[in-house]
């Protein structure tokens, strides 16, 4: 996903960057929430395991925009990502 060019994009343009370290999700779910992530991106697998991970209701994603690619979003990942308020969209090749 990192080769869609956004870390060039955001270091070119001073835009602050934030990377998990390792994909453990609560782990990942608390980082978006404390650094104020409003933009991420990754394949559907992402956005499931953020969406479905036990901890996830403890948090408000509303301010998220997600850019997925790699493989099809699944119409029910799209629904749930919508009722929870993010913004879904997608990258084409």
């Given at each position: 996903?990192?080769a869609w060019?956004?870390?060039?994009?955001?270091?070119?343009?001073?835009?602050k960057?934030?990377?998990?370290?390792r994909?453990?999700?609560?782990?990942?779910?608390?980082?978006?929430?404390?650094e104020g992530?409003?933009?991420?991106?990754?394949?559907?697998t992402?956005?499931y395991n953020l969406?479905?991970?036990?901890?996830?209701p403890?948090y408000?994603?509303s301010k998220?925009?997600?850019?997925?690619?790699?493989s099809?979003?699944?119409?029910?990942?799209?629904k749930e990502a919508?009722?929870?308020g993010?913004?879904?969209?997608?990258?084409?090749?």
């Amino acid at each position: 996903m990192h080769a869609w060019g956004l870390p060039y994009i955001a270091t070119l343009t001073g835009i602050k960057q934030v990377y998990p370290g390792r994909f453990e999700w609560g782990w990942v779910l608390k980082l978006i929430n404390d650094e104020g992530v409003t933009i991420a991106n990754g394949v559907p697998t992402i956005l499931y395991n953020l969406l479905y991970h036990p901890d996830s209701p403890k948090y408000d994603l509303s301010k998220l925009k997600f850019i997925v690619g790699g493989s099809a979003l699944p119409r029910g990942l799209l629904k749930e990502a919508r009722r929870r308020g993010i913004h879904v969209f997608r990258a084409l090749a």
